[in-house]
């Protein structure tokens, strides 16, 4: 059994140790957990604000946040909680600024929760600034009047200013200018959102970003804001106050995984390669020189850099397979009325101290790697780790439909290409029927008559399928054609729980039986076994677990038909029901007719018996019973 896993933030109090010491050692920093926020479970995601102490907003999921204020430098340890519940309304993302915390809805609204008392009256997305307080979640009236119409789709934040990207593509801006809102004014401040560009597909935050960075719907990548040192990737180290194109970028923006812009340097991945390149003060980015356009990380070649954060000076990478980087200023040491810069004590130095570095994980990170996906975020001055649970039900036919085993139908997509024997070429690809025709409420032989009605090619299916399988949206645009063309409305979000409920509710399309034997004594008081069957779908058995997986894939084709099996674990057909259950729903549900403490130690043992991917939510709810 696991335990429950910590949100771990890394600071010390005054003064921050970043990322690696003056010694450049390996392995630090040494992970300290923040005790009050330990033992969190079911986090969506944590942003980090204000720039003097360590204040973390965490989403709960569904409407639920809870905002963790530390009450200074001396005490990193000690916060005070604040719970927050917005009504009526389901949270899409949060974003962190300097005293200001943005919520996105799903349904396009805004809501804001910032700090007036911080002196930052001009700095807040709010009409009526005066009255903010970090007490109270406020809506924003621009994109929350009804009359407008004025639907966001994402949110970003740079400091002390505000972004939204609404759905007509329109991107507006508030807050601190300084070139940033791109609105060819230099320093005036704007209290109500300003539209800032057109036909923008992609806004980049970062907690302490001077500069401003988008994508547009021609797959460019522009800039503007403040320039020192190049940071803007425009060739340049002037201050723009309008959105200007980054040149090595030209039509290439489609590819980038994350943009992350510091105090001297910005950090830019891409998705494909996972490659990290840079631009900005070469002794802070680890290029080694000053570049005014963005160059290639020498240091990572080969790493496959899968997120990306940064605060104020100083940056983390997390590569695949759970590696950690990171670089930066090694000390920050602040007085209270100034900061003394260290930059003099490394000039007579060697430039390796900023080249990225490796990162030991605390210890309950690389126990427990494969139970759930490892999220990092910056602050402006703290370094933040936390677990983001691996949803099973969607991992497993995520891995499902990669493995490409056990399909038993095809879609035939006519192809007009013709090979040098001058014959049509159809493209097949393989699916499970069971869950296609679950997902769209058709027939395969339908599916296949609409989308080749409508000359749908094979990269379209691909984005079709991985959302019919897990859910995911690759591109939102070809995605909607294709329900069109099945005459089918965009579905909603979380659907693929709601249809997996619906067949295991639907007793007559379940075609396979677990026999389980039960112990039982006749009149003459002899024992007898009989033998008691569990219906399912054997789609859901071969999706969710390794036992059955393994046992189809050794028997021969005359037995792939098999109707039923043997359950030879040594449950009671009651703990296999729960289990079974769960495989459905993600969910347990006891009794009053049922024993929790036997059930739980059966289901404990039963996870490893049937080699369940199976996250920490699982044992959760167990041990929460």
């Known amino acids: ?48 604000g204000i720039r003097w102490n360590l204040n973390c907003l965490v989403w709960k999921g569904k409407n639920q946040l809870e905002l963790y204020q530390s009450k200074g430098w001396q005490e990193p340890n000690d916060f005070t909680l604040k719970k927050y519940l917005i009504k009526n309304e389901i949270i899409k993302d949060i974003q962190a600024g300097q005293h200001t915390y943005l919520i996105l809805t799903q349904s396009g609204k805004v809501y804001s929760l910032a700090d007036s008392k911080k002196g930052t009256h001009c700095e807040i997305p709010l009409a009526d600034p005066e009255k903010s307080t970090l007490d109270e979640i406020r809506p924003v009236p621009f994109f929350n009047d009804i009359e407008n119409n004025r639907k966001v789709k994402s949110i970003a934040m740079t400091g002390w200013s505000c972004y939204y990207l609404c759905h007509d593509h329109k991107l507006y801006g508030n807050g601190l200018n300084g070139g940033r809102l791109g609105d060819q004014t230099s320093n005036k401040s704007k209290h109500i959102p300003v539209l800032i560009y057109e036909n923008v597909t992609r806004i980049f935050s970062s907690i302490q ?20 040192n190049g940071i803007l990737g425009i060739g340049n180290n002037k201050d723009q106050n309008s959105l200007q194109k980054v040149p090595n970028w030209k039509n290439k923006a489609n590819n ?101 570095r490796k990162i030991n994980l605390p210890l309950f990170y690389v126990e427990n790697e494969n139970k759930f996906n490892l999220k990092i975020h910056c602050g402006t001055n703290s370094v933040i780790l936390y677990p983001e649970y691996i949803d099973c039900l969607v991992d497993d036919f995520k891995k499902l439909f990669e493995s490409k085993k056990f399909c038993d139908s095809k879609i035939i997509l006519i192809s007009k290409t013709k090979n040098r024997n001058k014959k049509e070429r159809n493209i097949e690809v393989q699916i499970h029927k069971l869950i296609v025709e679950l997902r769209t409420g058709l027939k395969i032989n339908q599916i296949n008559n609409l989308l080749n009605q409508n000359f749908v090619n094979q990269k379209e299916i691909n984005f079709f399928l991985k959302w019919v399988y897990y859910e995911k949206i690759s591109n939102e645009i070809i995605l909607n054609r294709i329900f069109n063309t099945l005459n089918l409305p965009f579905p909603p979000k979380n659907s693929l729980k709601k249809d997996i409920l619906k067949l295991f509710q639907d007793e007559d399309s379940k075609d396979f039986s677990i026999l389980v034997k039960e112990n039982d004594e006749n009149e003459k008081g002899e024992e007898e076994e009989e033998e008691d069957g569990i219906s399912v779908h054997k ?87």
């Not at 970003?209 to 020192?228: E, H, R, V």
């Not at 991945?269 to 070469?282: A, P, Q, R, Y």
């Open 1 to 48: 059994m696991i335990s429950k896993p910590p949100f771990v933030i890394y600071t010390s109090g005054k003064t921050f140790k970043f990322l690696i010491d003056k010694k450049n050692e390996p392995n630090l920093p040494h992970f300290t957990p923040i005790s009050k926020i330990t033992n969190q479970q079911q986090v969506k995601k944590i942003v980090s």
């Open 209 to 228: 970003a001077y500069g401003l960075f988008i994508t547009t719907n021609k797959n460019d990548l522009y800039s503007c804001g403040y320039n020192s």
């Open 256 to 356: 980038i995984l994350n943009i992350c812009s510091c105090n001297n340097f910005t950090v830019l991945v891409t998705k494909l390669e996972g490659k990290t390149f840079s631009c900005g003060d070469g002794k802070f980015n680890g290029i080694g020189k000053n570049k005014l356009k963005f160059a290639l990380i020498p240091s990572l070649k080969g790493k496959k850099v899968i997120q990306l954060s940064g605060g104020q000076m100083h940056c983390l990478i997390l590569t695949k397979g759970n590696e950690l980087y990171g670089w930066g200023f090694t000390n920050r040491r602040y007085n209270e009325n100034e900061y003394n810069h260290p930059t003099d004590q490394y000039q007579n130095e060697s430039e390796n101290w900023c080249l990225p």
């Open 539 to 625: 789609l859901i058995l071969l999706a969710r677990s390794g036992l059955y997986r393994e046992m189809f894939q050794n028997i021969n084709e005359k037995e792939q038909n098999l109707k039923h099996i043997k359950d030879y674990s040594g449950k009671s057909i009651e703990s296999l029901e729960i289990l079974i259950t769960y495989l459905y729903t993600n969910s347990i549900k006891f009794t009053a007719d049922h024993d929790p403490q036997l059930i739980i130690e059966e289901l404990q043992d039963a996870v490893e018996y049937y080699q369940l991917n199976e996250s920490s939510n699982f044992l959760t709810q167990l041990m929460n019973k």
